[in-house]
């Protein structure tokens, strides 16, 4: 490998919200926040989504509702059956 080309490969943590685990692996990611385990001192990731928590991984239906589209939606569909 050709030197000072490639980005530094460092232990990186990524910390999934929702469920509070944990995945430490290697990753070329930036991140300022950094914290140490078991003496290794890893970057920390913040998702919001992981394999961990997303619904096609875990079997779980879960409804976002972002700005109120499901509500609309609904109210849409109610209207016609009148």
């Not at 619904?55 to 700005?67: L, M, N, Q, Y």
Request: hydrophobic share 30%; aromatic share 10%; charged share 35%.
């Amino acid at each position: 490998m050709k030197k000072d080309i490639h980005p530094d490969y460092t232990p990186t943590c990524f910390v999934d919200v929702s469920t509070g685990n944990r995945f430490m692996t290697h990753s070329t990611v930036k991140a300022d926040r950094r914290e140490d385990i078991d003496g290794v001192e890893y970057k920390m990731i913040i998702c919001d989504i992981t394999s961990d928590s997303h619904p096609v991984f875990t079997g779980e239906k879960r409804f976002v509702d972002t700005a109120g589209r499901v509500e609309k939606f609904q109210n849409k569909f109610r209207r016609g059956r009148r």
